[in-house]
């Protein structure tokens, strides 16, 4: 970014480095006519800068290592096989920032939001054990995610609280665009809109930034407190900081990889975005022949509104990356290349290979840089220890057996979610791809129990994005149920009209549209057929209703149905406004936790199945183009 009032007298230049941001180093300015008095003589040039940016983002309280599965070469020609490797884990983290950061001269350490939320370590500690964590590693800024105010402002406070509980440590928690009610349980100092550090003797201004719509709608922020526009926020945090003198910005985001090139072009002065929310993967193409799915290149060259280079990166999800990017600044603090690799944290011990098979595999591994062995930081690990063995004894419990994978996906198609799963084969299964998620749907027809057993129901609701992981095939416990469902939703009775109901559709299919990948429906006894490419109000066909007969009927929009749902979207949230719009005498609160509904349902059929595909919500789906 240029320096504030220095005028833009060289033309740029360029080359795209490693996929990376535009190469903007100056060529020689023209010399004047007339010798310039000594007095006036401008400063000397300043020279270049380098800046590591070492970044995690949406951890979502996935503290412990997960089973992955890679597509390795396990012998001495091109054929591959899947091999399951350790993936990620927080102490892993911990280790993979201090290696890369021991590489540099000047590095910042980002965690661009979504810390909490997500398994039982949240369920049970309320962000304590996210917080030792973190702490470990003591991140530079940290960015509010929507998930942050799942439980209100005092939820955001109280994880706040733990986050600045360690004696050495104090992450500055950063949203120029969340504002605090009258009277909130947030501090005046606990949220800033952002930070300056220095780095070398530069100062660097660092923006916090928080998706707007989704977290006021598919978050719990309290009444009165406001996300503020973007766009608009970010560009008045930026000047501030530019009228200061700084002329190194960063922006740590928490909307999307998409919304982070798009706000590139709106924004004046910024020069890196460290992104987070759409739990991007991003890296080379090469990358796919391992069985991965990247979203864009490491790091993604974008331009701001001035035309000047722009790096944006993100690091997928779950503590299983740690992207590392090198920026190069020049003398008036303009981007002029930019680098870097995502680090993919695996463990050591692959599968059951040895002999040749090993060696080929360990090759294999070694010619891919993004993927990274790395073993468990002691200190870390001996934290998370202690919140472990209570997570342990809760969750322990088995309750059920997986017949096969039961996989994660909130929307069909292969564009808006397609990453979204953990486990091997699922997020390129062609019925996923046609129907949208197995779990989702599992947990619509848990829902539709319970509401049988408790006043009576006719259907369930359940978004898509309410549903966190997946189930793999095999012995499902307590634990793993409240993690498919870690948020604290009850049960809510309402009554509707067919018309309602398909308005409440209509509204679901707007609000992914939009860019809300979670509001995508998912229905006990109720079917239907998507088209994207319509106007809002005709975007949902063929909606029938499975009667108590077991018979699939057209839905009678003047007939009167009993839907049971969670609190959350009854309230209207996550898009849903329709369902907002209904007064107290048709909606019944249960009081039933939304997470136990489903463990009583995985009590009552002991073996877990994807549902017949005639029951599945969605009969077929249509993108726009």
Not at 44 to 49: E, G, M, Q, T
């Amino acid at each position: 970014m240029r320096h504030p009032g220095i005028p833009k007298l060289l033309l740029l230049t360029g080359a795209i480095m490693l996929a990376g941001c535009t190469d903007t180093s100056s060529g020689e300015a023209k010399a004047d006519a007339e010798p310039v008095p000594a007095a006036a003589q401008p400063d000397a040039p300043r020279p270049d800068y380098r800046l590591a940016i070492l970044h995690i983002n949406d951890h979502h309280s996935n503290l412990d290592e997960s089973d992955a599965s890679l597509r390795l070469r396990t012998g001495s020609d091109d054929t591959r096989a899947s091999v399951t490797v350790k993936l990620g884990g927080f102490p892993r983290v911990a280790t993979a920032i201090a290696e890369l950061a021991a590489r540099h001269e000047h590095v910042l350490k980002l965690h661009a939001g979504d810390a909490i939320t997500g398994t039982l370590y949240y369920t049970l500690s309320e962000g304590e054990a996210d917080a030792a964590l973190m702490n470990r590693v003591c991140f530079d800024a940290m960015a509010v995610g929507n998930h942050e105010l799942d439980s209100g402002d005092a939820g955001l406070q109280t994880f706040i609280d733990h986050l600045w509980s360690a004696p050495d440590c104090r992450t500055p928690v950063l949203s120029a665009n969340l504002a605090p009610r009258a009277g909130s349980p947030l501090g005046s100092d606990s949220v800033r809109p952002s930070v300056v550090v220095e780095r070398g003797g530069e100062r660097i201004g660092i923006v916090g930034l928080t998706t707007a719509a989704k977290t006021q709608n598919a978050s719990r922020p309290d009444p009165g407190t406001r996300l503020l526009d973007e766009a608009d926020s970010a560009q008045r945090e930026i000047d501030r900081l530019r009228a200061q003198g700084i002329d190194k910005i960063v922006l740590l985001s928490h909307l999307g990889y998409a919304q982070d090139q798009a706000i590139a072009a709106q924004l004046s002065g910024v020069d890196v975005i460290v992104g987070g929310d759409s739990h991007s993967l991003l890296g080379d193409d090469s990358l796919k022949t391992f069985g991965l799915s990247p979203a864009g290149a490491y790091p993604t060259a974008a331009r701001n509104k001035d035309g000047d280079a722009v790096c944006v990166v993100q690091a997928w999800q779950y503590s299983a990356v740690v992207g590392e990017l090198d920026v190069l600044f020049d003398g008036q603090g303009e981007v002029k290349s930019c680098a870097g690799q995502p680090h993919i944290l695996i463990g050591s011990t692959l599968g059951t290979l040895a002999g040749d098979a090993l060696a080929a595999a360990r090759a294999d591994l070694a010619s891919q840089p993004a993927l990274r062995v790395t073993e468990p930081d002691a200190a870390a690990s001996a934290v998370l220890a202690d919140y472990a063995s209570q997570v342990k004894a809760f969750g322990a419990e088995p309750v059920a057996v997986a017949q096969q994978n039961l996989c994660l996906r909130r929307v069909p198609g292969t564009r808006r979610d397609p990453s979204r799963s953990k486990l091997d084969g699922c997020n390129l299964d062609p019925h996923l791809i046609a129907h949208g998620g197995d779990v989702q749907q599992l947990v619509a027809e848990a829902f539709l129990r319970q509401g049988q057993r408790f006043g009576g129901a006719d259907l369930s609701l359940q978004n898509g994005g309410g549903v966190r992981v997946d189930l793999a095939a095999g012995t499902v416990t307590i634990g793993h149920i409240y993690t498919v469902l870690p948020f604290k939703n009850t049960l809510v009775a309402l009554t509707l009209t067919g018309a309602e109901l398909r308005a409440t559709l209509e509204d679901a299919m707007q609000s992914v549209v939009a860019g809300n990948t979670g509001s995508y429906p998912y229905a006990g006894a109720l079917r239907w057929q998507v088209d994207l490419r319509q106007p809002l109000g005709q975007r949902i066909g063929a909606l029938e209703h499975r009667n108590a007969q077991g018979q699939w009927v057209a839905l009678d929009e003047a007939a009167t149905y009993r839907m049971i749902t969670n609190d959350f979207i009854a309230a209207g949230q996550d898009g849903y406004t329709t369902l907002g719009t209904l007064g107290a005498d048709r909606r019944e609160e249960t009081f039933l936790a939304y997470a136990d509904a489903f463990l009583q349902y995985a009590r009552q059929n002991p073996t877990l199945t994807r549902p017949a595909t005639a029951d599945f919500s969605t009969q077929g789906f249509v993108d726009t183009e």
